[in-house]
């Protein structure tokens, strides 16, 4: 009886313990270095994020400009008549007076300023740690 019982734990295989430290160190190292790769690139994508935001205001002020040259027969004089009653003249598009903050729905935080600088400081409800600017300007 003690050799059959000798034989079945001969022939039962495992993990030794140290085969299962290696395996955890190893798999802590992988983590060590994916993690902060993951994080850079979630910060990489909320700044191309934040630049597609920046295209769709400089978008909206194109269409402006264009709206005020079939209004009017003339170019606008500046970014803020692009915007005003003469141009745009929707505040769900453009700040009236090319100065304040863009509707761009609760995933961006995005402000005009007069001289045509379009600034993104919040996207996803993430404030950038450097806000992503463009400018824009009358062609």
């Known amino acids: 009886m003690t050799t059959t019982k000798n034989s079945i734990l001969a022939n ?3 993990f030794t313990l140290i085969e299962i430290i290696t395996v955890l160190v190893i798999l802590g190292i992988l983590s060590a270095v994916a993690v902060p790769k993951f994080i850079n690139l979630q910060n990489d994508a909320r700044a191309i994020a934040a630049e597609a935001a920046i295209a769709e205001v400089k ?3 194109s269409m402006g400009y264009g709206k ?3 209004k009017n027969g003339s170019e606008p004089a500046d970014i803020p008549a692009v915007c005003g009653r003469d141009g745009v003249n929707d505040t769900s598009i453009l700040p009236r007076d090319a100065d304040g903050r863009v509707p761009m729905g609760d995933d961006y935080s995005v402000t005009l300023a007069v001289d045509g600088t379009i600034t993104v400081s919040v996207v996803q409800t993430v404030t950038l740690d450097t806000p992503v600017t463009g400018t824009w300007v009358l062609p």
């Open 59 to 61: 978008t909206r002020l």
């Open 68 to 70: 005020y040259l079939l």
């Open 12 to 14: 039962e295989k495992g």
